[in-house]
Each structure stands twice: as C-alpha cells, then as structure tokens.
Nanobody, 124 residues
Framework: QVQLVESGGGLVQAGDSLRLSCAIS????????SGWFRQAPGKEREFLAA????????YYANSVKGRFTISRDGAKNTMYLQMTSLKPEDTAVYYC?????????????????WGQGTQVTVSS
C-alpha cells in the first residue's frame, strides 16, 4: 500500500517562500513520475510540476515556472516543492502524486497515488 503524506503548508505573506515535503511509504519514488498539483476552492485541480523517473528531467506549468522547483531525495523517500515569490493566487490545497508510467504527465488522472493535501495560504 503506497501512502503519500504532504507537509510544510501554512500561512505566509506575498513574496515569501515555502517548502512543501511529500514523504512516501510502501514503495519508493524509484521508477515513478512524481508530481505536484494544487486545487483552489471552486477550481479544478491544477498541474504544477513533475519530475521524471530518473529524477533528471522536470517540467513546470507556466504559472509557476521560475518560482517553484521540484526535487526528490531518494535516500529520504521524500519529494519537495520549493516555492518562492508566493502570490495570493497561489493559495490552494497542494497535493503530491506518483504514477508508474513512462513519461512525464500533466494530467491528474495519469497518477496512481495521491497525498491528502496541505493548505497553503498567501496573504496580500
């Protein structure tokens, strides 16, 4: 049974930075495409970033490119999302996900396992 647990969310001010963590158990990140999504109230779940099976390639949504960085630490079985220059429109519940597919994917339905989410609130 694969479980993902996010942490690191909270209330910050515009312009601040925050690092989210996603710990995996039951399986490692090895061989998986790992991603971060978010969902704001009344909106669909939005793709943010993904990292390839090898950990070498990454892909970002235009809305966060240059501000967010995805990374993975295999030894710690943990994935991260470093967020900088946060804006009020970044307010949402943030989810990590893994999928055991070949290529980087941006569609939520392509991912097999999800965390419970962590709230990020950015005040102006």
């Amino acid at each position: 049974q694969v479980q993902l647990v996010e942490s690191g969310g909270g209330l910050v001010q515009a312009g601040d930075s925050l690092r989210l963590s996603c710990a995996i158990s039951g399986r490692t990140f090895s061989g998986s495409v790992s991603g971060w999504f978010r969902q704001a109230p009344g909106k669909e779940r939005e793709f943010l970033a993904a990292i390839s099976r090898s950990g070498v390639s990454t892909y970002y949504a235009n809305s966060v490119k240059g501000r967010f960085t995805i990374s993975r630490d295999g030894a710690k079985n943990t994935m991260y999302l470093q967020m900088t220059s946060l804006k009020p429109e970044d307010t949402a519940v943030y989810y990590c996900a893994v999928g055991y597919m070949t290529n980087l994917r941006m569609t939520a339905s392509d991912y097999d396992y999800w965390g419970q989410g962590t709230q990020v609130t950015v005040s102006s």
